[in-house]
């Protein structure tokens, strides 16, 4: 392991004479820019998280081919992240980097990666090769504004969750809302979409192509209603409206729903209310 502490990376530094398998520049506050590591080829761990200073990483960090942990995280001035080709990789950290507009493309299939967060990051949209992340199996994320469209290009996602993004929305592909939706992975169980701007526009024909889901959450929504072709959702067993307080209509109940919760719906009218109080939960 070397790490290089709080110190500055001076030019006259080389790395080539080392055969590093963890090299840490953590809290390097004089850190700009991450060099040519290409001549570590034994490099398994990479970390420069909270490296306030950097603006560069040089693109040889995504050819490492025996790079398992990548960690960038709270790099506040960074804007630009380089492409990735890492096999080995287990581990990908790119949370709160504050000035990091566009996730790095993903140039071939990765199947390492199970768990992947992206808290307060400015991205708008996911790059189409997201999907190469094959082995994903639980996403979270924390940002203003990400296209669905892109998520769902993720063949075997079971687990995704939407945290606190103010401008996050359902939002229609160029070639139409039912071919987004169909992209919707079949294996997709959980889905939570917490404290958003999600409005009843999530409610279009793709919302249907969440019918195999077993978690729906839609906390802190501006949603007004739940449609009807939610008695279509056979599979929705646990279903969370709470604080969804311009909720006021419930116009179906999925069949084999166990656990209901919407505390703090202060505009549910009373016939939403007799809907559920009807059934036998």
Known sequence: MYSIGSYFFSPLFSLQNFNLTVLNFDKCNYLTQ??????????????????TSLLAVHDSIGFLNKLKILKA?????????????????????????????NFPEILGKMGNIRELSLFELPIKELPVSFHNLIGLQELAIQCDFVQLGSIALTPELPDFRVYKGKGWQWVKSEEGEEKVGSMV?????????????????????????????????????????????????????????NDCKHLQE?????????????????????????MLLNQVL
């Not at 790099?75 to 504050?98: H, I, V, W």
């Open 34 to 51: 991450i060099p040519n590591l290409s001549d570590l080829l034994n490099l398994e761990v990479l970390s420069f998280e909270k490296c």
């Open 73 to 101: 995280e709270g790099c506040t001035k960074l804007s630009r992240f380089p492409p990735l080709n890492l096999t080995s990789l287990e581990e990908l950290e790119l949370s709160y980097c504050s000035s990091l507009e």
């Open 185 to 241: 992975s079949p294996k997709m169980h959980k889905f939570w979409v917490l404290s958003c701007n999600l409005n009843d526009d999530f409610f279009s024909a793709c919302f249907k192509q969440l019918a195999q889901v077993s978690d729906l959450r839609l906390r802190e929504s501006n949603v007004t209603f739940l449609p009807e072709c939610i008695k279509e959702f056979h599979s929705l067993s646990s279903l969370d409206v």
């Open 250 to 274: 419930i116009r179906g109940v999925p069949p084999n729903l166990k656990y209901f919760r919407a505390i703090n719906c202060i505009s549910l009218t009373s016939t939403g209310s007799s």
